[in-house]
RNA sequence: GGUCCUGUAGUUCAAUGGAUAGAAUAGAAGUUUCCUAAACUUUAGAUCCAAGUUCGAUUCUUGGCAGGACCA
C-alpha cells in the first residue's frame, strides 16, 4: 500500500473518530508537501472547514495530534501553514521501504490482474516508407504495451496493414510505366523507399497529366479523375479485386518489398507484433455487419442501394455504410475486426493507437458498434495522438520535408556516436560493444524524446537543433544509471542492519522511489508514457543531487555506506524498468 | 458553415480546483586534488483577451481572438 493511500485512511480513521460522522478519502486532497515546508505529505484542510465547523488551526491541530498519537510508527510530526496540514512520515518507514526493496528487479510492477487487452499499432500503408509520425505511433503502441504489462495486464500488440487498395495500386502502375523491370535487389535500395520513389513518380506524372487536361479546357477535378495513369489505376483496382493474376502477381511481389523493408526498421527500433492483421484479408468483413445492422432496424436501404445509419440523434451526420456498389466502407470493416478481435482473444481492453485526424471515425466507430449491439463495441478505446510537426508547420511529403524513420535513426545513432567519441570514457569498448552502446544512446534519446509529451497533445520537432543530450532526455537518465552501476561494481553490498536518521538528499530519492508503482498505475490509466518519462527524469535528478552532495564510497560510516548502495540500487532499478517502460534500454557503461 | 482539439518563460514541455505556476533548453555567474562534469549549484524570465462560478481558477462555464484537425 503506498504511503499516500496509508495516510488517506489514517486521515478517515482520525477526521471519524474526532468528529463522529462518516468520511470517505474523497472528502480531503492530499498532495505532496512542496518543498520550501518541513513534511512529506500534506492534507489540504479547506474542503473540511464546512463539514466540522472549526478554522483551519483548529482542525488541524486536532487533526495532526490524532494522527501521530495513532500512527507513531509512520508519522512523527505536523505543522499547518495557512489551511495546508503537513506530516512528516517517519524515517524508519523510508529505511525500511529501501533495505526491502532495493535488490527487487521487479520494484515497481504490479500483480497479474486477469484481464486481457490488445494494442493496435502502427498500422503503415505498404506503398511508402516510415516517417516520424510512424515512429510516433510506435513508440506510444509499444510504451503503452510494456506500461499495461507493468500494471497486470495480459497484452497482445497487434497491427492491421492496409495493404489493399488506391493507394499501392499507384506505385504499381507507376513501377509498370517507369522501372524497366528494376527491383530493390537490382538499384540496391531499401524495399519500402524503393516501392516509395514510384509513389512519388505517379504523383508527378498524374499531375503533369493533369495540367495537360486542363490546358484543353478540362475543369481541375475532372481533370485528375481523366488523366490516363488515374484511369489505368481505377482499372488496376479493379482488376484486384477481381483476382486477375498477373495483377495479384505484381502486387504479392511489391508488398513483399515493402515488408522487407518495415521488417528492416521494425528491427531497428524495436518493434514487434504477436498479430498481425491484413486488410486484404479483412476488407470483406464489413458485409454481415450490415446484414446484423439492417435486421436491427440500425441500418436503412435507400433506394439507389446504398445503406446508411443515421446518428444525428448524437449530434453527428447520416453516415454510408455501404456503397450502392455493394463495397463496404472502412467503418463496416473496422466493426467486422474489432468483433474478429474479441472473438479470437477474448480481450476486454481493445485499445487503437491511431493519429487524432480520426477522431471523428473513431467515434463513429464505437457509436455504431454500440447500436449494433456487438459484444466488443464497449472495449474499443482510441489511443488518439497529436500529430509531429516541423517548426514550419505539418510535414508535406510534396514540399520534401517528410522526416524519413530510417533517416532519423541513422541520425541520431551517428550522434550518439559523436558525442560518446568527444568525451572519450569507453575507450576500452570493444567494436560491438560500441555499436551496442550508440544504438542504445540514440534510440534511447529518439524515444524518450517522442514519448515525453502528452501523447494527446501535437508536438514540434526541430531536425535543424537534433535532439538534444542533455537535460530532460533519454542519455541524461542513461547516464544517471551508468554512474550507479560503476559504483555498484566497485563497492559490495552487505548485510550491516541500518536504523539510522536520513539526510535531506537521501530521504529525497526513497521518497520519490516509493512514488514509482503509482506512476505506473497513473500512465496505464491515462495510457501515458510520458508520465514514466517525466517521473524517470525526475528519479535521475534526485540522484544526480545526493550524488554531488554526499560520497557513498566514503560514508561517514559502514552503516551510511551501505543506505546509499541500497538507495542507489533502488535508483538503478527504477531507472532501468522505468526505461524499459518507453522501450528504451540503459547502457552498463557510457 | 458544423463538430472537436490546442493556446503557459525566447524555445520545447509540466501542473486530479490548492501554498510564491514547475522543468528542460537557450542567456548570465560559478563547481573537477573527491564514487564517470552526458553532472551539480546560483540567477533572470511566462498562464491569449474579457466576464462568471468560490475561501481559492492555468484548470470549470460563457463570449471573443489565434492556430490545427475532421465533416460537408
Known amino acids: 500500500m503506498s504511503i499516500v493511500t496509508k495516510l488517506q485512511k489514517a486521515v478517515v480513521n482520525s477526521l471519524t473518530s474526532l468528529y463522529n460522522k462518516p468520511f470517505t478519502d474523497k472528502d480531503f486532497q492530499i498532495n505532496q508537501t512542496k518543498p520550501e515546508f518541513v513534511g512529506d505529505y500534506t492534507v489540504v484542510l479547506f474542503s473540511l472547514l464546512k463539514n466540522v465547523g472549526k478554522s483551519p488551526d483548529e482542525l488541524g491541530n486536532a487533526l495532526g495530534i490524532h494522527l501521530i498519537e495513532n500512527n507513531n510508527e509512520l508519522f512523527t510530526s505536523f505543522n499547518i501553514i495557512k489551511g495546508f496540514l503537513n506530516i512528516e512520515v517517519s524515517d524508519k518507514f523510508w529505511v525500511e521501504l529501501v533495505t526491502t526493496n532495493y535488490q527487487d528487479v521487479c520494484y515497481g510492477k504490479h500483480p497479474l490482474n486477469g484481464k486481457k487487452v490488445m494494442v493496435e499499432y502502427s498500422s503503415p500503408n505498404t506503398n511508402k516508407p516510415l516517417h516520424l509520425g510512424h515512429l510516433r505511433n510506435n513508440f506510444l503502441g509499444w510504451s503503452v504495451a510494456e506500461i499495461l504489462k507493468a500494471y497486470g495486464y495480459k497484452v497482445f500488440k497487434s497491427c492491421i496493414v492496409n495493404d489493399r487498395g488506391v493507394h499501392i495500386c499507384k506505385s504499381m502502375i507507376a513501377w509498370q510505366l517507369f522501372a524497366n523491370g528494376a527491383t530493390p535487389q537490382s538499384t540496391a535500395t531499401k524495399g519500402d523507399h524503393f516501392v516509395g520513389e514510384y509513389y512519388v513518380k505517379f504523383n508527378d506524372e498524374h499531375k503533369r497529366q493533369t495540367a495537360e487536361l486542363v490546358a484543353t479546357g478540362i475543369a481541375q477535378k475532372e481533370a485528375e479523375k481523366q488523366a490516363p495513369i488515374m ?73 439507389d442501394g446504398s445503406v446508411w445509419i443515421d446518428l444525428t440523434a448524437d449530434g453527428l451526420d447520416e453516415k454510408l455504410v455501404l456503397r450502392k456498389d455493394g463495397t463496404s466502407v472502412y467503418i463496416t470493416q473496422d466493426i467486422g475486426l474489432a468483433q474478429q478481435k474479441y472473438d479470437e482473444y477474448g480481450i476486454d481492453e481493445s485499445i487503437y493507437v491511431i493519429g487524432d485526424e480520426q477522431n471523428y471515425h473513431m467515434k463513429v466507430l464505437k457509436l455504431i458498434a454500440q447500436k449494433l449491439g456487438v459484444a466488443s463495441a464497449e472495449a474499443i478505446h482510441h489511443l488518439s495522438y497529436g500529430m509531429v510537426e516541423l517548426p514550419s508547420g505539418k510535414m508535406k511529403s510534396r514540399e520534401g520535408t517528410v522526416v524519413d524513420a530510417d533517416d532519423l535513426v541513422a541520425e541520431m545513432i551517428a550522434t550518439s556516436r559523436k558525442h560518446t567519441e568527444e568525451l572519450g570514457k569507453v575507450n576500452d569498448f570493444t567494436a560491438d560493444e560500441l555499436t551496442d552502446l550508440y544504438n542504445v544512446i540514440g534510440l534511447g534519446a529518439m524515444k524518450f524524446y517522442l514519448l515525453r509529451v502528452d501523447p494527446k497533445k501535437k508536438m514540434v520537432f526541430n531536425p535543424e537543433e537534433s535532439i538534444d543530450f542533455h537535460g530532460f532526455t533519454g542519455p541524461f537518465v542513461q547516464y544517471t544509471y551508468a554512474r550507479i552501476k560503476s559504483i555498484l561494481r566497485k563497492e559490495p553490498f552487505n548485510d550491516t542492519a541500518i536504523s539510522t536518521t536520513l539526510l535531506k538528499s537521501e530521504k529525497d530519492i526513497a521518497v520519490i522511489a516509493e512514488q514509482f508503482i503509482a506512476v505506473i498505475a497513473e500512465a496505464a490509466k491515462e495510457l501515458d508514457p510520458s508520465k514514466i518519462a517525466m517521473y524517470i527524469f525526475n528519479v535521475a535528478k534526485t540522484f544526480n543531487t545526493f550524488y554531488s552532495d554526499l560520497s557513498i564510497a566514503k560514508a561517514e560510516s559502514e552503516e551510511k555506506k551501505q543506505l546509499r548502495l541500497q538507495l542507489a540500487s533502488l535508483t538503478a532499478i527504477i531507472l532501468k524498468s522505468g526505461m524499459q517502460l518507453l522501450g528504451a534500454r540503459v547502457p552498463e557503461r557510457m
Open 231 to 303: 484511369l489505368a489505376t481505377q482499372q488496376m483496382l479493379q482488376d484486384w479485386e477481381a483476382g486477375k493474376p498477373e495483377v495479384m502477381q505484381l502486387w504479392q511481389t511489391m508488398n513483399s518489398w515493402v515488408y522487407d523493408g518495415f521488417d528492416v526498421t521494425y528491427k531497428n527500433i524495436g518493434s514487434d507484433f504477436d498479430k498481425t492483421y491484413y486488410e486484404s484479408n479483412t476488407y470483406l468483413l464489413g458485409k454481415e455487419i450490415v446484414q446484423l445492422g439492417l435486421s436491427k432496424n440500425v441500418f436503412t436501404k435507400k433506394e
